[in-house]
């Protein structure tokens, strides 16, 4: 295996993305010696591209499997193009992409990408993956913070939120409809079935503090159920942590193989106690 930190200079921007990358290079048997696809990870609010390193057993899972990760950083942004900021929307569809191909001919094919994250970074994967269904096969959303109409209404009342978002949408934080996931996914629903991207979304039932992270989740069930896509919403019992999304990453890898893979990790896990 390898593990790989790199400062990417993204020349058009004028900024440097830190990025973490996980390569397998030590296959098991039963996986080959073909890479089969790269899994893009997406942090939450106030973390990095290392988190998913240090905390989860995202290395593991994608050692079994057979993939590449990648975890760029991208700071507090939402994966949005900042009104008074670095464009990591921009940055990380466009330049980012080209550059890791280039550096570390990592494949861009987009029946080999997928794109997952966790709190704001389930935000981002949808928003990425739905505003560019042409680049990945499959999106997973973990305890996402998907209703950012909500969210800036909260903000309105919390100063500390409200210093996160206006410099993504200005003073008046007023989102724009690029920002709105059920907008987007009513967009993608449209798509011939092969276009669109699988979604994959999970949220823990106890997960509903001053952000309403279940309420959030529930409302865009409520409206992605209802459209003609491949689409599975999970919960099961958990918060806003790591033990949920490290499970949420093993769920996704078997989504996105047809496989039973997830049931076989929890096998693995119920057979330590």
Not at 122 to 146: D, H, M, R, V
Not at 231 to 255: M, Q
Request: hydrophobic share 40%; with cysteine; proline share 6%.
């Amino acid at each position: 295996m390898a593990f790989i930190k790199a400062d990417i200079k993204c020349p058009t921007f004028g900024r440097t993305i830190s990025t973490s990358l996980y390569f397998p290079t030590d296959l098991p048997e039963n996986v080959g010696n073909k890479v089969k696809g790269v899994i893009t990870l997406l942090h939450g609010i106030t973390n990095t591209a290392d988190d998913w390193m240090m905390y989860s057993a995202a290395p593991r899972y994608a050692a079994d499997n057979g993939y590449i990760l990648v975890a760029p950083s991208a700071d507090n942004s939402f994966y949005l193009d900042n009104e008074f900021g670095t464009p990591f929307y921009t940055l990380l569809t466009q330049e980012l992409p080209a550059q890791l191909n280039a550096i570390f001919n990592i494949p861009n094919e987009r029946e080999k990408n997928y794109i997952a994250g966790l709190s704001m970074g389930g935000y981002g994967a949808l928003l990425l993956g739905l505003s560019q269904p042409q680049k990945y096969a499959a999106i997973g959303s973990f305890s996402g913070a998907l209703d950012m109409a909500a969210m800036v209404e909260a903000a309105k009342q919390m100063p500390a939120f409200a210093s996160v978002l206006t410099p993504l949408f200005g003073p008046s934080l007023t989102m724009p409809k690029s920002a709105d996931l059920l907008k987007l996914v009513q967009q993608v629903a449209t798509l011939p079935s092969a276009q669109q991207p699988r979604i994959f979304q999970t949220c823990g039932l106890q997960d509903n503090d001053e952000m309403q992270i279940l309420t959030q989740n529930q409302n865009f069930n409520k409206v992605a159920a209802a459209l003609p896509l491949d689409y599975t919403f999970k919960t099961w019992p958990g918060v806003h942590e790591w033990n949920f999304w490290d499970r949420s990453l093993a769920e996704f890898i078997g989504f996105i193989q047809n496989s039973d893979y997830a049931e076989r990790k929890r096998r693995d896990w119920g057979a330590m106690h």
